[in-house]
Nanobody, 115 residues
Framework: QVQVVESGGGLVQAGGSLRLSCAAS????????LSWYRQAPGKQRELVAT???????YYADSVKGRFTISRDNAKNTGYLQMNSLKLEDTAVYYC?????????WGQGTQVTVSS
């Protein structure tokens, strides 16, 4: 049974930074594409950033230049470094792993940006 667990969320003032982590059990991490999604209250879940097993990362326009996605396959862990946080970044952030044979989601971690 694969488990995906996010951590690192919390309350931060606007302009601050947070780093989210996504830890995966099992042996799927290194062969899966890693993505971060977020869902704000009353809104649909949206893609924030994605990094394939090989290739360049992709960022939503709303976070480009502020967020950085990365992965450490040796640690089975992915990261989302979030800088210059804005009020509109407030949401539950979800980690997503996609491979040809499976999709896995974490339970989410709350990020709240205050003024």
């Amino acid at each position: 049974q694969v488990q995906v667990v996010e951590s690192g969320g919390g309350l931060v003032q606007a302009g601050g930074s947070l780093r989210l982590s996504c830890a995966a059990s099992g042996d799927i991490f290194s062969t899966s594409g890693l993505s971060w999604y977020r869902q704000a209250p009353g809104k649909q879940r949206e893609l924030v950033a994605t990094i394939p097993t090989i290739g360049d990362p992709y960022y939503a326009d709303s976070v480009k230049g502020r967020f950085t996605i990365s992965r450490d396959n040796a640690k089975n862990t992915g990261y989302l470094q979030m800088n210059s946080l804005k009020l509109e970044d407030t949401a539950v952030y979800y980690c997503n792993l996609v491979r040809w044979d499976a999709i896995h989601w974490g339970q989410g971690t709350q990020v709240t940006v205050s003024s």
